[in-house]
Every structure is written in structure tokens, then in C-alpha cells.
């Protein structure tokens, strides 16, 4: 089982590499799409069948994999935009970033006074890294929807993290969480609607205005 | 008697309801105000009293719904002694309201008044009592904020805007100190009811941070010299009788903190008493100068709040000098002097606010110089006044000798530690102490003469008048009250000897009694011979004589035809005692010197703006306020990336910092 969730978790890493590189939005959310995927399996396997785990892989699976994408292609397709042009942080550096993001959680969950059965997996080290990504693709990048896409990658690195915790956690909070994300994508598909509106661009850029 | 003291206290408490909620039938409801507040008043005094005789001391005990510790409280003899003359200030204050703040004149603000004054009143009320560190901070919040609102009874001015929020920022920062303070005290046992007197060692290194820490946050609210800031302003823009209350009562609950604080340890280290010793003779001296080069009568009268404060805080830095060097009669003259001059202070400096209260109403003006001759129209005011300036100036027979009398013998007794032992260094406050009596003397021959004697300055449209019979009514009590101890010290004697017994604990040695170290006794004939003098002179001028229409003005420098400009100023009495002191005052002097046998028109006018106020705080915080926009206008982007970078990198360092 631990081998299974591992292969897993690294193949969430590469994920987050190619969201990093790739300017092409449409990818970008597929790729989401399937690592929210990939994460709603791993409650099953992780702590075996039970009705906690499944309800909480099939809600995961459902949301992060169909209803999330779903919503966010849908934001795209209302104000026709394909690809992020003109990032604050270049493709490039953000990867070389990301890269030593990644080496960092590594290095720094090795330094963690874990408990023996987490030290072995790779629980504590991809979900580092898969907040590090998103922190880097909220820094990095201009348009609303690649900051929504960042949040959900950060939502990721959370839901990794939370898998160790999955028996001690109470099932309404989980739902809550993820109830929480999809409210929080709806607003933002909406929130971007109006702003493509009001200014006819995507660019966060315009919101400095606002500053006192 | 706990239970009719927490009683009297709620009714307190609820005085200024009826004068906030009746604003349609406002005589009515601040007549019930007041006397709601005097009933309350009457029986708290009537519990403090029997308190004051009863042995042990009366203590009340409530289980309380917090873990750290009890709703304790207790009329122990430091309690009653700071009790007695907050309970007749307050009452006399609320009386004096009626003719001074009425509701006809001032509308809402009247009823605002009178609320937050019952709520300051009950907050001081419950301070000396408490036995638990959280009950005594909230009692200390609620007053230090009840008193905020009060300052800012004159909210369209921007004089009191800012005075509130000085001493908003000041009080807010002494608290701090307080919090730390009673963590401390607290300890590891997490209980925060206060340790019984003289139970605590004095040498360690917590002991000395609790004590550093009281210092400032004590230190700030009772007004000592360096942290006196707040002060001066704070009490000219209140209304009179609440300057009266926050001077002689308010501030007196930070000398109350000190002297708490200082009764848990057992022996205290030199250096506690040297400090308070210093800090004591600077904040007299230094307190009276500046209040010699004021023109506002109610921040002069701030300014020698200062400077008795300076003077409580010698007897008290004398007591804790007897008690590090094992001398019981230096800690009792000294505790005592300390005591009693809290007591007289209170009653002494409030009377003279009321008076400055009355003068201001007939003249709606604060400035000294533009007074003059008042004597006639207002002379029973001026009466009073004149009593509160002879006490304050702690001249015989009025009660601030006494106090005084008590601490030059304190520091006396030093002598008899024997030539070798380093208390004997502590004769050296006498002087200073001398010197305030005869600066202070000076100030008010100033105030008096400027203000009462002479002739009027300037035309009032509506000319000066007497009182009306309520204000008078508590300056008379107050006075009877200094006159009271001055000529019967032996009656509050046994509730000093209580005090001290309260403060030095019950296990300790035999404390002297304060009978055979100072003869009260004697200073009682003195004062009532002295009394019988002055009334023969007195008898004796009221005789008219003959050449009376022909005499000269006061002070007409001998002119037949003097006008009322050629009369001393306020600023020329003061002029070279000023110049003296002017290292320490650093006033704005634009200098009109005249040149010459017939010189051109010229023009003086002097200013002291406070030292540490306006020329160390307000230049220091004005450059850390253009600082920090520099550093805003950098940081504050308006760019959300930029933010969440700050986020991921605060995030890494705490990561870091785990490791």
C-alpha cells in the first residue's frame, strides 16, 4: 500500500513541475484536475477501506476532479483567455525555484521529529512542496485565474498534509474544508466574470488602485 | 463591614444614571445623582471607619469563576487611609458639580460627567481594597478609561483631544508594566491573590523586576517626574472638580500601587529606597519649578501635584531605607509622613482646584494674568483658596505641615543609624525638601497675590461673582478638613499606626509608636496658639483707618495713579526664580528688552512647554512616525503577489527557526 501511495505522491510533484512550466491554461487545469485526482485516492489507501475514507475519497474525487475543473473551464471559456503571457517571475526561474523548494521541504521534513510510522512516507515532503508550488504560482503569476489556480494547488498541499491526521480528524471538518474550496472557486470564477467586465482584462495589476 | 462597603460602592456606581438617563428633567436627575453618590458615599465612609477600628481588619471572600485565585477584599489600614479622603473627595466633588458643571448650562455632557464620575469613583474606591492582582488590573483599567472619558468632556477643544489621548497612550503603557508586574508576582503557582504583607524575600532578581516594573507603571499614573507628562494637561482640560478628584485622589493610587507593592517583601534592598528617594526629591524640585513658570492656573496647580507626589515619595523612599537598614523609627516617621501627606494632599490640592473652579467660572478664563482683584468680588472663595495655599506651602496650623514635619523627622531619625552606616546619607533629602517648601511658598504668594490682590487686569462683561452656595459648601468642608488635622494630628494618629502595621506585616518586631517619636501633641498647642494670633492680628487690621481712601493699590510701587498694568504679572513674580531654574525649564522666552532713556514700544512673553512632553516625546515619535510611513510606502505595495511573498517568506523563516 505505502509503495502505491508513494508512486502517487511522486507523480503529484511532477504534476506541480508542469504546472509551474506550462503558460497554456487549459493544460494547466487538467493537470489539476488530475492531481485532484490522484489525491482522492489516497485516503483509501492510506488507511484502508472504511466508510470515512471512502466518503471522503468520493467527495475529493468528485469536487477537485470534476466539479473545480469544470467550473474553472467554464471561467475561461466566459472571458476568452488561453495562455498566462506575461508572468511577474519567468517560466524558467520559477521552475528552478520550485526545484529547490522541493529539495528544501525534503531536507527540512528529514529534520522532523516524526513519528516512526510518518517518517518513511512521503506525506510530510510532497505536501511541503506542493504548498511551496502553489505559494510560488500565487507569487509569480498575474492573471486571476492563475492565482485561483495557485490557490488550489496550495488546497492540495493542505489535503496531502491532512492525510496524516485523517483518523484523528472529525469527518464534518473535512467536509467542511472541501466545501470551503468549492465555494471559494465559485467566487472566484464569479469574482474574475466582473472583473474581465469592469476592465476588460485579466490582470491583477489594476487592482494596485485600490492601495491607500 | 466588607459588605456594606461593596454595597455603598454599587450605589456609587449607579450615581450618574438618573443625570445620564433624565435629560428632559435634568435638575431633577442630577439632584438625585448627587444624591444617590452622597448616600453611597456616606456609607462607604461609615464602613471605612468602623473598618479603621475593628482588628483584624474586615476581609470579604468571594469564590470567583476564574482559576486565579478569589474576589478578596480588605480594609486593611493602608486601605483605609487611602479610602478616607477619596470617599470625601468624591462626595464633595459631586455637591460642587451642581453649581459648576449644571446640566442647564452644559446639556449632555453634564450627564456624561456624572456618569463616568460615579464609575471613576467606584473604580478608585475598590482599588486600596483588593487582594487579587486581575480584580485590581480590571478596577485599574476601568479607571484609568472612565477617566479618559472624563478629560474628554470638552471634546470640541483640541487642547482636551489631545490631553486624552496623551494620557491614554501614557496610562495604557504604565498598565502594561502592571500586567507584567502581576504575572510576575504570580509566579509559577498561577494564583494572582496578593501575598501577605512582609512574606516575600527582597533579594532576588524577581523581586527587583517587580519593584522596577511598579516604579514605571505606578510611577506613570501618580505623576513622578520623569513620567509626569501626561499630567499637567490631562488636569487643565477636565473639569474642575474632576481635575480636584484626579489630582487628589486618582494619581494617589499609583503612590497606593508602590506602597502594596513594597509591603510584600520582607527586606527590601538599598537600592529600592535610594531609588525612591532620588526620584522623590527630583520629581519635588523640579515639580514646583515648573509649576513657578506656569501662567494656566489649573497646570500650575498639575505641576504641584508632581511636586507633592515628589514629597510622598521621599517619606516613602525614607521607609524603605529604615527598613533595608533595620531602623523601625525611620520606617515609621517616615511611612507616616508619607501616609498623612496622601491624606493632606488630597484634601489641600482638591480645595485648591475647587477654587481655581470657582475663579475660572467668574472669569471663563485659566490664565493667571488676566485675574486680578478678585479678593472683593469672591472673598470667601478667596478665603479658601487662601487655606489650600497655606496647607500645600506646609505652613503651621493647617494639616501640610504635619506630613512634612513627619518626614523631615524621618529623615532626622537617619542620624541615629551611627556615623558609619550609609542611611545616614539620607539627611540629604532635607534640603531639597526645604527648598520645595520655599519655592512652593513663593508659587502660591504668586497665585494669591496675582490673582486675588492687586487690581482687575481687564473688564469682564459680566463682572465677577461669588460662587453660588454648592460650590462653596465643599471648598468649606475641604478646608475644615485640613484645619482638622492641622490642629488635631493626635486624632488620625492610631489610623497612621495602623497603616504602618499593615504595611510592615504582623510578624514583624515591635513597631515604635509614632506618640513617642513626634509630639503631635505639642503641634497641636502650637497651632491652635499660632490660630489665636493670626485671629487678634486679623481683629485688630479690621479697624479702618483714618488715611484709608488715600492708601495706594497693592503692589502700586508706591504711584498714587497707578493703573492696573503697572502690577506685577505672573511672569515678572516668577521672572528670577525662572531664570534660576532655566537649565531644567527650558522656556520660550521672546525677550522685549528695552534700550535707552525713552525706549520704543516693546513686547515680552514667556512660555514653558513641558520638558519631557514637548521637547523629548512628541520630536521623538514625530521622527518614528515619519519613519514608519517611509517604511509603509516601501513595504505597502498594493500588489497581492508581493503580499503572499511576504506570507511564504515569513513561512520559511518560522520553518527555519523550527529547525
Known amino acids: ?212 | 463591614m466588607a459588605e456594606l462597603f461593596l454595597a455603598a460602592l454599587i450605589l456609587i456606581f449607579c450615581s450618574g444614571l438618573p443625570a445620564m438617563a433624565w435629560g428632559r428633567w435634568g435638575r431633577r436627575g442630577e439632584l438625585a445623582s448627587v444624591i444617590l453618590l452622597v448616600l453611597g458615599v456616606s456609607l462607604a465612609l461609615v464602613a471605612t471607619l468602623a473598618a479603621g477600628m475593628q482588628t483584624p481588619a474586615p476581609i470579604l471572600a468571594l469564590a470567583w469563576a476564574h482559576p486565579a485565585g478569589q474576589f478578596v477584599l480588605e480594609l486593611d489600614g493602608i486601605a483605609v487611609l487611602f479610602l478616607l479622603p477619596a470617599l470625601v473627595i468624591l462626595g464633595m466633588g459631586g455637591i460642587y458639580g451642581l453649581g459648576y458643571f449644571p446640566q442647564v448650562k452644559f446639556g449632555r455632557a453634564a450627564g456624561r460627567v456624572r456618569l463616568f464620575y460615579g464609575i471613576l469613583g467606584t473604580s478608585v474606591a475598590l482599588l486600596p481594597v483588593c487582594r487579587n492582582g486581575i480584580l485590581f488590573l480590571m478596577a485599574w483599567e476601568v479607571m484609568a478609561l472612565s477617566c479618559f472619558f472624563l478629560i474628554l468632556t470638552d471634546q470640541k477643544e483640541e487642547s482636551a483631544r489631545r490631553a486624552a489621548y496623551v494620557y491614554l497612550m501614557a496610562t495604557h503603557a504604565g498598565t502594561l508594566a502592571l500586567f507584567a508586574l502581576f504575572i510576575l508576582l504570580a509566579g509559577s503557582s498561577g494564583n494572582f491573590d496578593f501575598p501577605w504583607a512582609a512574606t516575600l524575600p527582597g533579594a532576588t532578581v524577581t523581586a527587583g523586576a517587580v519593584f522596577l516594573l511598579g516604579l514605571f507603571g505606578f510611577g506613570m499614573k501618580a505623576g513622578m517626574m520623569p513620567l509626569h507628562f501626561w499630567l499637567p494637561a490631562a488636569h487643565a482640560n477636565a473639569p474642575s472638580h474632576v481635575s480636584a478628584f484626579m489630582s487628589g485622589v486618582m494619581i494617589k493610587m499609583g503612590i497606593y500601587g508602590l506602597v502594596r507593592i513594597t509591603s510584600f517583601y520582607s527586606s527590601p534592598p538599598a537600592w529600592w529606597g535610594w531609588t525612591v528617594l532620588a526620584l522623590g526629591v527630583i520629581s519635588a524640585i523640579m515639580g514646583v519649578v515648573f509649576a513657578l513658570a506656569q501662567h494656566d492656573i489649573k497646570r500650575l496647580l498639575a505641576y504641584h501635584s508632581v511636586e507633592n507626589i515628589g514629597i510622598i515619595l521621599i517619606g516613602l523612599g525614607c521607609a524603605l531605607l529604615g527598613q533595608s537598614f533595620h531602623h523601625p523609627s525611620v520606617v515609621a516617621l517616615g511611612l507616616a509622613g508619607a501616609l498623612l501627606h496622601v491624606v493632606n494632599h488630597g484634601l489641600f490640592k482638591s480645595l485648591l482646584f475647587l477654587g481655581a473652579g470657582s475663579v475660572i467660572q467668574a472669569t471663563g478664563t485659566r490664565m493667571i494674568d488676566h485675574y486680578g482683584g478678585l479678593l472683593r468680588a469672591m472673598p470667601y472663595t478667596a478665603f479658601f483658596f487662601l487655606g489650600g495655599a497655606v496647607a500645600i506651602c506646609g505652613l503651621p496650623p493647617l494639616n501640610g505641615f504635619v506630613s512634612e514635619w513627619l518626614i523631615y523627622l524621618g529623615l532626622l531619625h537617619s542620624q541615629t543609624a551611627g556615623a558609619i552606616s550609609p542611611l545616614s546619607l539620607a539627611v540629604l533629602a532635607i534640603p531639597a525638601l526645604a527648598m520645595t517648601g520655599a519655592l512652593a511658598l513663593a508659587c502660591f504668594v504668586k497665585v494669591f497675590g496675582v490673582t486675588f490682590l492687586g487690581t482687575a487686569r481687564r473688564d469682564f462683561q459680566i463682572p465677577p461673582q461669588e460662587a453660588p452656595g454648592s460650590m462653596l459648601l465643599p471648598m468649606g468642608v475641604l478646608f475644615l478638613g485640613c484645619l482638622a488635622i492641622g490642629l488635631m494630628p493626635w486624632a488620625i494618629v492610631p489610623l497612621l499606626q495602623r497603616g504602618i502595621v499593615s504595611w510592615l506585616g504582623t510578624g514583624s518586631v515591635a513597631v515604635p509608636l509614632i506618640t513617642t517619636l513626634a509630639p503631635v501633641i505639642w503641634i497641636s498647642l502650637g497651632a491652635i496658639l499660632l490660630l489665636g494670633i493670626i485671629g487678634v492680628v486679623w481683629y485688630r487690621q479690621s479697624f479702618p483707618e483714618d488715611d484709608y481712601q488715600r492708601r495706594p493699590a497693592t503692589w502700586g510701587c508706591g504711584y498714587i495713579k497707578g493703573t492696573a498694568r503697572m502690577q506685577y504679572s505672573a511672569s515678572s513674580f516668577a521672572e528670577q526664580l525662572v531664570r534660576l531654574f532655566r537649565w531644567g525649564l527650558w522656556s520660550d522666552i521672546s525677550e522685549g528688552r528695552t534700550i535707552g532713556f525713552f525706549p520704543a514700544l516693546a513686547r515680552f512673553a514667556d512660555h514653558t512647554p513641558d520638558v519631557v512632553l514637548d521637547r523629548l516625546l512628541y520630536p521623538t515619535f514625530r521622527a518614528l512616525t515619519r519613519a514608519a510611513f517611509l517604511l509603509r510606502s516601501f513595504f505597502h505595495q498594493g500588489r497581492i503577489n508581493v503580499y503572499l511573498l511576504y506570507c511564504a517568506l515569513t513561512l520559511c523563516l518560522l520553518l527555519i527557526w523550527l529547525i
Open chain 1, 1 to 212: 500500500m505505502d509503495t502505491i501511495s508513494n508512486i502517487l505522491l511522486l507523480l503529484v510533484i511532477l504534476l506541480n513541475f508542469f504546472l509551474l512550466g506550462s503558460s497554456r491554461l487549459a493544460s494547466c487545469i487538467r493537470t489539476i484536475a488530475l492531481q485532484g485526482g490522484i489525491l482522492s485516492l489516497l485516503p483509501v489507501l492510506a488507511h484502508g477501506f472504511s466508510g470515512h475514507t471512502l466518503f471522503l475519497s468520493t467527495v475529493a474525487f468528485l469536487l477537485k476532479g470534476i466539479a473545480i475543473p469544470y467550473l474553472l473551464f467554464r471561467a475561461i471559456r466566459q472571458v476568452h483567455i488561453r495562455r498566462e503571457i506575461e508572468p511577474l517571475i519567468g517560466y524558467v526561474p520559477t521552475l528552478i525555484l520550485g526545484t529547490l523548494a522541493t529539495a528544501g521541504s525534503f531536507i527540512f521534513s528529514g529534520r522532523l521529529p516524526l513519528i516512526p510510522e510518518h517518517s518513511q512516507s512521503l506525506f510530510v515532503p510532497v505536501g511541503l512542496a506542493t504548498l511551496a508550488t502553489g505559494f510560488l504560482m500565487l507569487i509569480s503569476r498575474r492573471k486571476a485565474i492563475t492565482q485561483a489556480l495557485g490557490y488550489l494547488i496550495f488546497e492540495n498541499g493542505i489535503f496531502i498534509f491532512g492525510m496524516l491526521l485523517t483518523e484523528a480528524m472529525p469527518l464534518m471538518v473535512e467536509a467542511g474544508v472541501l466545501l470551503d474550496l468549492l465555494v471559494g472557486v465559485f467566487v472566484m470564477a464569479i469574482l474574475m466574470h466582473q472583473i474581465n467586465r469592469e476592465f476588460s482584462t485579466m490582470n491583477t495589476d489594476n487592482l494596485t488602485s485600490l492601495k491607500e
